[in-house]
């Protein structure tokens, strides 16, 4: 079965730190370029942050630069997200993306309060 299962969200104090998952299945993933997005409750889903198939190159969106890194483990077929430095702003469900496939995982919430 292809799918994309996301985990690691939860409830963070601004200023904390979260690592997202994504487990992909049911297809190749090193031959895959893949991206994170998000979407807060009233906003349009945005792009966050995308890798290469081998990992070596990544891009961010001016709001997540400098805080969040992407990354990917190939042999685990896993997607990361690591989010340092949080805001109440990056508040939102996250969702691992492969654009080749138009492959949506279900999303994992981020809260970020104090």
């Known amino acids: 079965q292809v799918q994309l299962v996301e985990s690691g969200g939860g409830l963070v104090q601004p200023g904390g730190s979260l690592r997202l998952a994504c487990a992909a299945s049911?297809?190749?993933?090193?031959?895959?370029?893949m991206n994170w997005y998000r979407q807060a409750p009233g906003k349009e889903r945005e792009l966050v942050a995308r890798?290469?198939?081998?990992?070596?190159?990544?891009d961010y969106s001016d709001s997540v630069k400098g805080r969040f890194t992407i990354s990917r483990d190939n042999a685990k077929n896993t997607l990361y997200l690591r989010m340092n430095a949080v805001r109440p702003e990056d508040s939102a469900v996250y969702y691992c993306?492969?654009?080749?496939?138009?492959?949506w995982g279900q999303g994992t919430q981020v809260i970020v309060s104090s």
């Open positions: 890798i290469d198939k081998s990992g070596g190159v990544r």
């Open positions: 049911g297809f190749t993933f090193r031959y895959y370029v």
């Open positions: 993306y492969v654009p080749s496939l138009s492959l």
